[in-house]
């Protein structure tokens, strides 16, 4: 697991956006048990409050939770997980489609390009 | 919870002023940057916060109480230059810093040694330069102190090395311990602030958590000094 981090945006946003990604792709595994705030911030090179603030939005959106005595833990919540997945790819297909009508391709081009380039590999 | 307070502080060099009406407060459980370029006042803020100089008007807090022997005990403070005597051994200066300060500790800063490599025996004057930093900051991040002030330690350590450096604040730092962190060399510390102090020809001319000055200039704190300094 990691992170890279650019200085021009906050980094809370980024551990967000960066533990989002590891938890949609199973690189973070559903149910598993996260290391403490301080010791993850060291982990990352982050500053412990930041580390907070981003686990503290990650349980708002539900990805993380806190078991009062033991930590924190990934979310169990496989639909919750393929929800976060699927938005991603909706994202990531979106920026995509949009990239190519800015090249000049129509929608019907562009997955007539998409099918010829899965049939050459 | 206000750990340290700066009210009207001033400090003047015959006819010049290096800091000018500083109010600052500083709580607990922050790291903070202090930033700005060569004779902006860093050191001299530094060094009153350290009773090492004296103001020339207003007055300087640590938990509530104006600095002196009781603030000594609980400050943590590495010096833009060294005063180690050279001649010590790892070991010796270590037995140093276990007489001078009650909340040495000495194990732990003996296991963060061992995991540089550093070895004990070795004598201050056969290390390189970058050596000698790395032990100085290792000495004063080993206290079990309330406040920690650093002044430009990473000057004179390698950019490779500098991510170390950065770990052993993270690791070491309390969780209820502040530090303040001097440096113009923002780029290689920013991520792990939580606060930034612009500080230019004796005034502070902003305070800020950096991730909402980040957020509100969408550019990195390197790059918004710079800017602002035009440097």
């Known amino acids: 697991m990691d992170f890279v981090f650019d200085n021009d945006r906050p980094i809370y946003i980024q551990l967000v956006e960066q533990m989002e990604k590891f938890i949609v792709s199973g690189e973070l595994a559903s149910g598993v048990r996260l290391p403490s705030v301080r010791d993850f911030a060291v982990r990352c090179r982050v500053n412990p409050n930041t580390m907070q603030r981003a686990l503290a939005e990650l349980e708002e959106l539900g990805l993380i939770y806190t078991e009062r005595t033991n930590g924190k833990f990934v979310t169990s919540d496989e639909d919750l997980i393929k929800k976060f997945r699927e938005k991603y790819a909706e994202n990531k297909a979106v920026n995509f489609l949009t990239e190519m009508e800015e090249l000049g391709y129509t929608k019907e081009e ?12 | 919870m206000e750990l340290l307070k700066c009210v009207d502080l001033s400090k003047s060099y015959g006819d010049d002023e290096a800091l000018k009406d500083i109010n600052l407060v500083i709580p607990k459980g922050r790291i903070v940057g202090l930033l700005g370029k060569n004779g902006a006042g860093k050191t001299t803020l530094i060094k009153l916060i350290n009773d090492l100089l004296t103001p020339t008007k207003g007055e300087i807090l640590i938990n509530e109480r104006p600095v002196g022997v009781e603030s000594k005990k609980v400050i943590s403070y590495l010096p833009e230059r060294s005063y180690m005597n050279k001649s010590m051994s790892v070991k010796e200066a270590l037995s140093m810093f276990k007489e001078f300060y009650e909340d040495f500790d000495y194990e732990k800063c003996k296991k963060t040694l061992k995991k540089l490599d550093l070895d004990m025996e070795m004598k201050i004057s056969k290390m390189s330069k970058g050596m ?27 950019p490779a090395a500098r991510e170390n450096i950065l770990d052993m604040i993270l690791t070491n730092l309390g969780e209820d311990a502040s530090l303040i962190i001097s440096t113009h060399l923002i780029s290689d510390i920013e991520r792990i602030l939580d606060d930034v102090i612009f500080i230019n020809e004796g005034r502070i001319i902003l305070y800020s958590p950096a991730d909402e000055l980040r957020n509100r200039e969408n550019a990195s704190i390197d790059d918004i000094f710079r800017r602002m300094f035009k440097c």
Not at chain 1, 110 to 121: A, I, V
Not at chain 2, 138 to 158: H, K, N, T
């Open chain 2, 132 to 158: 000698q930093e790395k032990l100085q900051l290792i000495l004063v991040m080993s206290r079990r102190a309330e406040l920690y002030i650093l002044d430009e330690p990473l000057a004179g350590v390698d």
């Open chain 1, 110 to 121: 562009t997955l007539e390009y998409l099918k010829n380039l899965n049939q050459e590999d």
